[in-house]
């Protein structure tokens, strides 16, 4: 009976990840903005995407996740793992000196693109690129990585793709190294891709590149929350406002990555409190060149971070010892931490068919990812 009873959890578990995996939010982006004090957001601002979630991979808010959409700039996260992983597998290191070609140079001026504007002769080393692509949002800066990666940027972009796949971001296709328009980009657009004008994504799948990006390379959050640097006697700001510094901050911000075309505003937010990181992607608020959608997309990005803090918290759900369980005593090998609600009636133990201890509720997890468990021995009792 009681397996039957454990077995019958399992299955009601598996269907709850089911149930909310295909439905959208109750509430949209706006609406929940709109709860803080003196928020008064017009809807036309409301995003074409949002998707929140926990650095476990546990979906809190999703609405129209799966809206394919021009991600931008965001593009440049992939571009930076990618770095990040030539520079692990030796190919690359952050001190390697890279000397500015006419092309380079003529690439960072190129009209109606965001670049970090470089010289002919000038040398920059790879960390000052990576710099410049991350805080700057540098078109230029992007394209000189892909190269330096790959040996060209056909590669490169063919290798941002396979990535993507082997993430599960399935309505994603990359075009270029930095993001922007291969109209905008001219004679520097990859040959392969230019009848490809915009890149092609989801808040979901710009979701699961930030996780896998903080997860691999956590580096990328030291130069990330850095609201300016100077290069050469030139500064140039962080592209996104809630970092500490900039005018929307929202505390425990420190990354990750904007994108803006003239499809909308995007943005990748991470912020970490209490222990828990959220990691939020934003996705299109129109319109382009409304200096308030620019600014729109970091307060409702902040608002929903704050209004889902509120909501759950990461703790000690469990410690190592024994236990009772649904009325069975196991012994449990060591603590459980999870994000729970913080009404704790929404919420409770479990075991599941492998004899583990996990909490129980109704949540989703982006793919690859799925809810904490550990392992607990039965205590029989004998007669």
Known sequence: MFGKFVKGIGIIATISLLHTSISDASESPVTIANKEKNSNISTKYQPSGVMLTTDQGQ???????NNQVDPA?????????????????????LNDKVKITNKYATMSNLPNLSSVSLKQGQTYTIEELIKQTTLASSNAAAMILGEKVSGDNNTFTNKMNQQAKSFNMDNTNFVNPAGGQNSLLDQYAPSKFKKQDYPKSTAKDMNLLMQALI?????????????RDTQKGNTFKSTNLSLKGQPLYLPGTDGLKTGTSNKGY???????????????????????????????????????????????????????GDHEIDGKKYHVKKDLYDVVPKDKSKWHLAINSKGKVY????????????????????KWKWF
Do not use: C, W
């Open 59 to 65: 979906i809190l808010y999703n609405y129209r996740g």
């Open 73 to 93: 700039s965001m593009s440049k996260m992939m571009t930076l793992y990618l770095t990040y992983e030539a520079i692990e597998n030796g190919k690359l290191k």
């Open 215 to 227: 997860k691999k390379y956590p580096q990328i959050l030291q130069i990330s929350k850095l609201p």
């Open 266 to 320: 995007n943005i990748a937010l991470t912020n970490k409190q209490d222990q828990l990181r959220l990691n939020e992607t934003i996705m299109n608020v129109k319109p382009f060149g409304d200096v308030n959608a620019k600014y729109n997309r970091n307060r409702i990005g902040n608002q929903i971070i704050k209004q889902y803090r509120q909501k759950y918290e990461y703790k000690k759900v469990l410690t190592e």
């Open 359 to 378: 909490v129980h509720y109704y949540r989703d997890f982006l793919p690859g990812s799925h809810y904490p468990r550990v392992a607990a021995d039965k």
